[in-house]
């Protein structure tokens, strides 16, 4: 069954806190994504991991960071969270990164407050 | 900039009523057009696909149709249901794009009211 999943599902932590997400994927996919999705503005590009320990910065890298130490496991860490991190984060992961591979598999999100 | 442009941001639509959904892009080196659905509460998920080189694609009552020459797209919805209110999020990847993944728009919000 082709899969990715996401804990936890809901996170509430204060300010400064640190965050630890993480995505699974059962599916042998090369490639992962973390997003961040707030109303209107679709979905952010975090980071994107073309395989163990081969990150790549998004469009919004700011203030996360990623680890990826076995192919299905990707997590994203936010130290000492702010305020506007509060989010939905989804976690995704693809064959490969062009074409049609590219096709990417969702996971179900992690909504975050941060207080 | 965005390289995606999705219109309109929402739209309304009665049961039975035919939905349609466009999409616009600067990159003309894209050659893959996926459209993805999200309902509440839930990641988005592939709801058809097509390549650069069809203009056209159909899966029941969702058909996606591509015009090369000016680098847009749409989804159309037919005979639309309550069950399809959700958003609809166009993207694009190229073929040399291997550093990216998929270029996603903002994302259209259909509300299908019986």
């Known amino acids: 069954d082709m899969k990715v999943t996401q804990m936890p599902r809901y996170l509430i932590k204060r300010m400064g806190e640190n965050v630890l997400l993480e995505c699974g994927q059962d599916?042998?996919?090369?490639?992962m994504y973390w997003y961040r999705q707030d109303p209107g503005l679709g979905l952010q590009l975090i980071y994107i991991?073309?395989?163990?320990?081969?990150?790549s910065e998004g469009d919004i890298p700011k203030g996360y960071r990623v680890s990826r130490k076995k192919r299905e496991h990707f997590s994203l860490i936010l130290d000492s969270a702010k305020t506007n991190q509060t989010s939905v984060y989804f976690c995704?992961?693809?064959?490969?990164?062009?074409?049609?591979?590219?096709?990417?598999?969702f996971g179900p999100g992690t909504r975050l407050t941060v207080l | 900039q965005q390289q995606v442009r999705q219109s309109p941001q929402s739209l309304t639509v009665w049961e039975g009523g035919t939905t349609v959904l466009t999409c616009s892009y600067e990159?003309?080196?894209?050659?893959?057009f996926p459209w993805y659905q999200q309902f509440p509460g839930e990641g988005p998920a592939l709801l058809i696909s097509?390549?650069?080189?069809?203009d056209k694609k159909e899966d029941g009552r969702f058909t996606t149709f591509f015009n090369k020459r000016e680098k847009k797209l749409s989804l159309h919805i037919i005979d639309s249901q309550p069950g399809d209110s959700a958003t609809y999020f166009c993207?694009?990847?190229?073929?040399?794009?291997?550093?990216?993944?998929?270029?996603f728009g903002l994302g259209t919000r259909v509300s299908v009211f019986p």
């Open positions: 995704a992961s693809s064959l490969g990164d062009w074409g049609v591979d590219a096709e990417q598999f």
């Open positions: 599916m042998s996919h090369e490639t």
């Open positions: 991991s073309y395989d163990v320990d081969s990150n």
């Open positions: 990159d003309s080196t894209f050659n893959y």
């Open positions: 097509i390549l650069s080189v069809s």
């Open positions: 993207a694009a990847s190229a073929w040399d794009n291997y550093a990216q993944g998929l270029t």
